[in-house]
């Protein structure tokens, strides 16, 4: 598929005009990796954008080597982080290179370019059905003490305690449970295990174990010549109840527990990326060392999850002596990050800043230049990340906004408790780029913590008896109106009316235990008052697993938007929710009915869809080619629901009545929320049908087009304003009548003279001006920021300032202005 291919980037015709894609020849360099050398030899691993059709690893062609500053060629092992539309066709669009290196005379500590060339070779063999014997089978060199621990089935273990004092346990190298290859290949091999522990020994009477408890996905990791072992570590008390022929998946309800523990054979050492105040010290216990990851709180008293909580570590094993290294290989030691600039062979190089691989996040575009705010850009990066690491590690709070509680117990929470907080801190239509373009760890640092602090108070997930997070197909009855889920669901499940889950029917011997000898832990009111983000604000979490996809193919962060992808889906698909043909006010079901009837009109959609949509576009551009498969017809269904329901004369998608809408005197819309769903629907176009689906790509671009000149319409934009309202009318209450047109068809009293927005709509006017050419865009951007005559220089000087959401404008500028 590679070696002397030409790759001429025209596609199927659905492809706007843009930059060619370069032919490509062995031996030719198409990208650079920037990294800080840690040691004489080690991995290198970074993230690249490519071109179509240059890595399907169904092919059987490694295509890459790495090339040092003295000219040594190393073989390099390629993963797909995500994919292009046409995956069959096009293959991966943005890849993992792995490849270990050698310094060479740059000395340790000091950031080095290794270029990453055109080398075909083969791919490793593939392993079939994924075990545990994978880990040993990938790497070209396994050291023996990393082969010995992981050929034993019993080596590893996964511990916990109930009130009672009874011991739950599994053992993830023992092949049981759910096993999915994340990656393979001659540098790395990492699989996924999810088992629940169980009762050892089961206990009858009245100091009973329950038939399970805690589930727990370990993604084990081994990497070439390297003596560490990965164990990234998610717990969960998120049962479905799915499968009615055992108990072993049904809810618990909340979970009472003392601990949780991992034990490794004397001699091995698990270490934390940041060790919080309730990791534990290990200690010995029948010929193994146990470390607390979760210890025990003090005066007996219990930790507690709720159904639906989730946490994960970042652990690593290694040997007593290894602990500096194991952490430091945690926090990122070795990776790179993709480089602008030009290729000895003078083509630019792949990267985030090329209009050919411009393929970040699921919009795919440009990145902006940060040269203008270089050494800003890095003191911001290590500051937010020494914060972080700060209160993480001391468990502290910040005394509000972003860490406004202490650890609670095993959680760290991010954010305030209430998960629709008001405002726009860290909603951002992009993110990362800082971390990008500074090529800064302390940035993919800083993601990572807040990926997990996130998580924490995240109690959303459901996961079947697989260890997959379960879907709306997965609950399907048929009934006389058709197909129905049979509940509600919005961001968690309704378990008001009957309880299809059955966490009502779920043993309350421990609970009972717990509350009535008072020994729940303290901070159990506080953080139970965590509530999940909800979709207006899903973005608060979905950004930090995005970014650490994109830049370091982040196995646990892309399951975590699968997760929340099918838990959007659970929300907002187009079945019933009764037998009898009940649809949920807030679902899918529900808006193609109301379009169905009242077409061309607008309806009820929002930026809590456009959200949804955006998690949804970023787990399809990372998933595995099955699950890509099944959910292209949920995709569809949107696009045609989106297509159908716009307001034919006005361009707005957004038609709904509420009290903050005008004081719910109208059909309505929220300026904010029409670019939220734009953005969204720009995604969608991107990375489930640019290159794939002639009519799809059409259908949204018209969508797209007649929304943005929505946007920028007297009916949003009053002609003697620097910006557009807050709120516009679009219709009578009444929707038996037609909405609006024009202006003058509004009543005196359908906008928000003096409540404007201009905070997320900066990239909008980028995405337009790339749609239609218009540079009437550009002419209101410069309105919204005074009445500029140079819009570049203008953003620029503002420095960082709203700069994620400001990105795609900047980028388009800058790629004009011929700055890269």
């Known amino acids: 598929m590679l070696a002397g291919c030409t790759l001429d980037g025209e596609g199927d015709g659905s492809d706007p005009p843009g930059p060619p894609t370069i032919p490509l020849e062995e031996g030719q360099t198409v990208a650079e990796l920037e990294v800080v050398v840690p040691a004489d030899e080690f991995l290198l691993r970074g993230t690249i954008p490519v071109q179509p059709g240059v890595f399907d690893p169904d092919d059987g062609v490694q295509p890459f080597g790495v090339v040092d500053a003295t000219g040594e060629t190393y073989g390099a092992q390629a993963e797909v982080t995500t994919w292009y539309p046409d995956d069959a066709v096009d293959g991966a669009d943005v890849v993992e290179v792995i490849a270990r290196v050698s310094r060479g005379a740059v000395p340790i500590g000091q950031k080095a370019s290794y270029r990453i060339v055109l080398a075909a070779h083969p791919s490793q063999p593939d392993p079939g059905t994924p075990d545990i014997g994978d880990l040993l089978d990938g790497p070209l060199v396994v050291p023996s003490t990393v082969e010995a621990l992981l050929s034993s089935p019993g080596a590893i273990e996964l511990r916990s305690y109930d009130c009672f004092g009874n011991k739950y346990l599994t053992y993830p190298l023992n092949g049981a449970g759910g096993h999915e290859l994340k990656r393979f290949g001659e540098h790395a091999a990492e699989i996924?295990?999810?088992?629940?522990?169980?009762?050892?020994?089961?206990?009858?009477?009245?100091?009973?174990?329950?038939?399970?408890?805690?589930?727990?996905?370990?993604?084990?990791?081994?990497?070439?010549?390297?003596?560490?072992?990965?164990?990234?570590?998610?717990?969960?008390?998120?049962?479905?109840?799915?499968?009615?022929?055992?108990?072993?998946?049904?809810?618990?309800?909340?979970?009472?527990?003392?601990?949780?523990?991992?034990?490794?054979?004397?001699?091995?050492?698990?270490?934390?990326?940041?060790?919080?105040?309730?990791?534990?010290?290990?200690?010995?216990?029948?010929?193994?060392?146990?470390?607390?990851?979760?210890?025990?709180?003090?005066?007996g008293k219990m930790h507690v999850i709720p159904w639906g909580g989730q946490f994960h570590r970042r652990l690593a094993l290694c040997r007593v002596g290894d602990e500096a290294k194991a952490r430091a290989f945690l926090r990122g030691e070795g990776l790179g990050f993709a480089k602008p600039g030009l290729s000895p062979e003078s083509n630019p190089l792949w990267s985030w800043w090329n209009p050919a691989t411009a393929r970040w996040f699921p919009q795919s575009h440009l990145l902006p230049s940060l040269a203008h705010v270089e050494g800003q850009t890095v003191s911001n990066l290590v500051n937010e990340r020494d914060m972080l690491k700060g209160h993480l590690e001391n468990g502290t709070s910040?005394?509000?906004?972003?860490?406004?509680?202490?650890?609670?117990?095993?959680?760290?929470?991010?954010?305030?408790?209430?998960?629709?907080?008001?405002?726009?801190?860290?909603?951002?239509?992009?993110?990362?780029?800082?971390?990008?373009?500074?090529?800064?760890?302390?940035?993919?640092?800083?993601?990572?913590?807040?990926?997990?602090?996130?998580?924490?108070?995240?109690?959303?997930?459901?996961?079947?008896?697989?260890?997959?997070?379960?879907?709306?197909?997965?609950?399907?009855?048929?009934?006389?109106s058709g197909p129905y889920v049979p509940?509600?669901?919005?961001?968690?499940?309704?378990?008001?009316?009957?309880?299809?889950?059955?966490?009502?029917?779920?043993?309350?011997?421990?609970?009972?235990?717990?509350?009535?000898?008072?020994?729940?832990?303290?901070?159990?009111?506080?953080?139970?008052?965590?509530?999940?983000?909800?979709?207006?604000?899903?973005?608060?979490?979905?950004?930090?697993?995005?970014?650490?996809?994109?830049?370091?193919?982040?196995?646990?962060?892309?399951?975590?938007?699968?997760?929340?992808?099918?838990?959007?889906?659970?929300?907002?698909?187009?079945?019933?929710?009764?037998?009898?043909?009940?649809?949920?006010?807030?679902?899918?079901?529900?808006?193609?009915?109301?379009?169905?009837?009242?077409?061309?009109?607008?309806?009820?959609?929002?930026?809590?869809?456009?959200?949804?949509?955006?998690?949804?576009?970023?787990?399809?551009?990372?998933?595995?080619?099955?699950?890509?498969?099944?959910?292209?017809?949920?995709?569809?269904?949107?696009?045609?629901?989106?297509?159908?329901?716009?307001?034919?004369?006005?361009?707005?998608?957004?038609?709904?009545?509420?009290?903050?809408?005008?004081?719910?005197?109208?059909r309505a819309r929220q300026a904010i929320e029409q670019v939220i769903l734009d953005n969204g629907i720009r995604g969608m176009l991107e990375t489930v049908y640019r290159g794939k689906d002639v009519a799809a790509v059409a259908?949204?671009?018209?969508?797209?087009?007649?929304?943005?000149?929505?946007?920028?319409?007297?009916?949003?934009?009053?002609?003697?304003?620097?910006k557009p309202w807050q709120y516009t009318a679009v219709g009578p209450l009444d929707e038996s009548l037609p909405v609006w047109c024009s202006f003058s068809q509004m009543p005196s009293d359908g906008y928000t003279p003096g409540a404007y927005d201009n905070f997320q709509n900066w990239s909008e006017f980028a995405y337009a001006k790339e749609l239609t050419g218009d540079n009437e865009f550009y002419d209101r951007a410069k309105m919204m920021l005074g009445?500029?005559?140079?819009?570049?220089?203008?953003?620029?000087?503002?420095?960082?300032?709203?700069?994620?959401?400001?990105?795609?404008?900047?980028a388009l500028l800058q790629h004009e202005n011929g700055d890269f």
Not at 429 to 438: L, N, P, S, V
Not at 615 to 636: Q, V
Not at 787 to 802: M, P, V, Y
């Open 699 to 722: 259908m949204l671009e018209d969508v797209l087009e007649s929304s943005f000149y929505g946007l920028i319409s007297p009916m949003s934009w009053g002609t003697s304003e620097t």
């Open 192 to 299: 996924r295990v999810y088992q629940h522990l169980g009762p050892a020994p089961p206990v009858t009477g009245s100091t009973k174990t329950l038939s399970h408890w805690l589930g727990a996905h370990a993604y084990i990791s081994t990497w070439n010549s390297e003596s560490i072992v990965g164990f990234d570590l998610r717990v969960t008390n998120a049962d479905s109840g799915n499968d009615p022929t055992t108990s072993i998946d049904d809810p618990l309800d909340k979970v009472y527990f003392k601990s949780f523990e991992v034990a490794v054979p004397n001699g091995w050492v698990v270490v934390q990326d940041y060790e919080d105040p309730n990791f534990g010290a290990g200690f010995g216990d029948s010929g193994k060392t146990v470390f607390p990851i979760v210890k025990p709180l003090s005066g």
């Open 787 to 810: 009445g500029t005559t140079d819009l570049l220089g203008s953003l620029e000087a503002d420095g960082l300032d709203n700069i994620e959401n400001r990105a795609a404008l900047i």
């Open 487 to 666: 509940f509600n669901h919005f961001i968690i499940p309704s378990l008001s009316g009957d309880d299809a889950f059955g966490v009502y029917a779920a043993d309350q011997t421990h609970i009972s235990f717990v509350t009535g000898g008072g020994l729940a832990p303290s901070y159990e009111g506080e953080l139970l008052n965590y509530s999940a983000h909800d979709y207006q604000h899903f973005s608060r979490y979905t950004r930090a697993a995005k970014v650490l996809s994109w830049l370091s193919n982040d196995s646990l962060a892309q399951d975590d938007l699968l997760m929340q992808a099918e838990n959007f889906k659970l929300s907002y698909h187009p079945y019933n929710n009764g037998l009898y043909g009940g649809q949920q006010g807030t679902g899918m079901a529900y808006d193609i009915t109301y379009v169905e009837e009242h077409p061309a009109s607008g309806f009820r959609i929002g930026r809590g869809e456009g959200w949804g949509l955006d998690c949804s576009n970023a787990a399809y551009a990372a998933a595995a080619r099955a699950w890509r498969a099944e959910r292209l017809p949920w995709f569809d269904t949107y696009l045609q629901m989106v297509f159908d329901g716009q307001g034919a004369c006005n361009g707005f998608l957004q038609a709904n009545i509420q009290s903050k809408f005008l004081d719910a005197q109208y």
């Open 398 to 480: 910040g005394g509000g906004y972003p860490i406004d509680a202490p650890m609670l117990g095993w959680a760290h929470p991010y954010g305030v408790p209430y998960g629709g907080m008001t405002g726009g801190a860290e909603i951002n239509i992009f993110d990362g780029m800082k971390t990008a373009w500074a090529r800064e760890l302390a940035g993919y640092q800083k993601f990572r913590m807040i990926h997990r602090m996130h998580s924490d108070r995240m109690p959303n997930a459901l996961y079947n008896l697989d260890g997959n997070p379960t879907s709306a197909e997965d609950w399907l009855l048929t009934g006389g």
